[in-house]
Nanobody, 121 residues
């Protein structure tokens, strides 16, 4: 089973910044899109941002202009730079990747374990 590994969460004051990182196993054959979702208590998981293997990006309206997604294909990593954080951004953040484990496998979506982001004074 493939497990993506996230890091970079924590406690930050409103207006502050955090940078989340996510890495896929090095043995993965290929990765298509990568993305970040979040889930706040009592709410459904929602898309925050996604990025194609060509670098095209997509953002939720609530984070446009504040968050930036990027990726390093050679390192099989994706990043989420979060600036001007607000209390409403408090959630568990999950990364995902649409990937092939081996060349003959179909593309499947895999997830990380989640990292907590808390924005509070």
């Amino acid at each position: 089973q493939v497990q993506l590994v996230e890091s970079g969460g924590g406690l930050v004051q409103p207006g502050g910044s955090l940078r989340l990182s996510c890495v896929a196993p090095g043995s993965i054959f290929s990765i298509n899109a990568m993305g970040w979702y979040r889930q706040a208590p009592g709410k459904q998981r929602e898309l925050v941002a996604s990025i194609s293997n060509g670098g095209s990006t997509n953002y939720a309206d609530s984070v446009k202009g504040r968050f930036t997604i990027s990726r390093d294909n050679a390192k099989k990593m994706t990043f989420l730079q979060m600036d001007s954080l607000e209390p409403e951004d408090t959630a568990v953040y999950y990364c995902n990747a649409d990937l092939k484990i081996l060349y003959y496998n179909p593309v499947s979506r895999y997830w990380g374990q989640g990292t907590q982001v808390t924005v509070s004074s």
